[in-house]
């Protein structure tokens, strides 16, 4: 198979996947809407991140040497990998965010559900995971637009945790 057919393969692939990611992310979507349901965040980051990696690896396709090129043509596997690695690092630069570890006006704020009166517990933390939200539509805007970048820019999220496990140091 020349370069050429293993890039137009590939490319294919992407185009699959990257769809079927979008097909997911309006799903979730319609579906939250149609059951009046509140629709968990912390997928929507998932989903955000997977697209971000996929396309992150359509930028770089035509710059992948033969034997990576050959390596993703080989297996759907491998060109999962870098989108599920997306994925976790947008759910790290979430928690970051929720954490407040990182404060500006470029970064989300959150609104978050007061504790229990019986405190701390199980229901609580349900609780927090189904009732913390982007505290404005802007908010909204910058975690959608903070977790495709943490797809997209794969060494994103490892700098921002070295950076501030050197600040503990």
């Known amino acids: 198979m020349s370069r050429m057919e293993r890039l137009h393969l590939l490319t294919r692939r992407l185009i699959i996947l990257t ?3 979008l097909a997911f992310f309006v799903a979730l979507f319609g579906f939250a809407l149609l059951l009046n349901e509140r629709l968990m965040i912390s997928w929507l980051v998932f989903i955000c991140g997977i697209i971000g990696g996929f396309v992150s690896i359509q930028q770089r396709v035509k710059n992948i040497a033969d034997n990576e090129l050959e390596l993703l043509c080989g297996s759907w596997f491998q060109i999962l990998l870098v989108p599920i690695f997306g994925a976790v690092f947008s759910l790290v630069l979430y928690c970051i965010f929720l954490s407040g570890l990182l404060n500006s006006d470029i970064f989300p704020k959150f609104y978050f559900p007061q504790p229990l009166a019986s405190g701390p517990d199980s229901k609580f933390v ?4 189904r009732e913390t939200y982007p505290s404005t539509g802007p908010d909204l805007a910058k975690l959608i637009f903070w977790s495709f ?3 997209f820019a794969e060494r994103l999220v490892p700098q921002i945790i070295t950076n501030i496990t050197n600040k503990i140091k």
Do not use: D, E
Request: net charge positive; hydrophobic share 80%; glycine share 10%.
């Open 19 to 21: 769809a079927i990611a």
């Open 126 to 129: 349900v609780k927090v995971l």
């Open 149 to 151: 970048v943490a797809g």
